[in-house]
């Protein structure tokens, strides 16, 4: 038998005896959809902030089988195999290093990002659109560089004219950076965070004393 072939079967093996851990389905005492484990890269920064670089616990521990990540801390929970008992990992990290593309994909969820989830216009948070800032009959084209985060009551004021047309507040969207994306993911921590994520997590909140 070949080694790639030994490799092969050896990682479906682990993959196996890692599907063979007993669930908050199986168990009834306990519930574990509550333990997601949060991923570093592998140089111990988030894969993202924004949302949270999250997988659930199965996932997690068939990457720790694999080899594929450290484990860096756990829960005080375990689940059990027929073999093997097991804390939940609550942090990993990538053994492997992850770059990230220097321009983030042109989304719709990234546009909102970019913009902080408010109407460039108005700032309200609330019914959001998007709206060419250079309209498209005057040749305004979808690209990052011209489209912003829009209300829909500020939409439909401006319509098809400029926002010097219509009075409006003169915004000038610009194309981020993935590092920019991930910084300003950092002004949206997530209600819940459990306490062995802190050490690894960099928010724009006030620490504790």
């Not at 019914?127 to 489209?147: A, M, Q, S, Y």
């Amino acid at each position: 038998m070949s080694i790639r072939r030994e490799q092969t079967l050896f990682k479906a093996e682990l993959i196996e005896r890692a599907a063979h851990f007993r669930s908050a389905a199986d168990d009834g005492t306990r519930n574990l959809a509550g333990c997601p484990t949060l991923v570093l890269n592998a140089d111990y920064t988030p894969l993202s902030y924004y949302p949270l670089s999250l997988w659930p616990w199965q996932t997690a521990i068939k990457a720790v089988f694999l080899d594929r990540v450290d484990i860096i801390e756990c829960y005080d929970r375990e689940v059990h195999s027929p073999s093997l008992d097991m804390k939940i990992p609550s942090v990993i990290a990538l053994r492997q290093y992850v770059k990230q593309s220097e321009f983030p994909a042109f989304t719709r969820f990234n546009l909102f990002l970019r913009d902080k989830f408010e109407c460039q216009y108005c700032g309200s948070g609330q019914d959001l659109t998007f709206d060419h800032v250079i309209p498209r009959r005057l040749g305004g084209k979808t690209t990052w560089e011209n489209i912003a985060s829009a209300c829909a009551p500020c939409n439909m004021k401006k319509g098809g004219r400029t926002p010097k047309q219509a009075h409006m507040k003169q915004v000038n969207p610009i194309r981020p950076t993935s590092w920019q994306l991930q910084q300003y993911g950092r002004s949206f921590p997530p209600g819940y965070l459990h306490e062995t994520w802190r050490d690894w997590l960099y928010w724009d909140i006030e620490l504790e004393a």
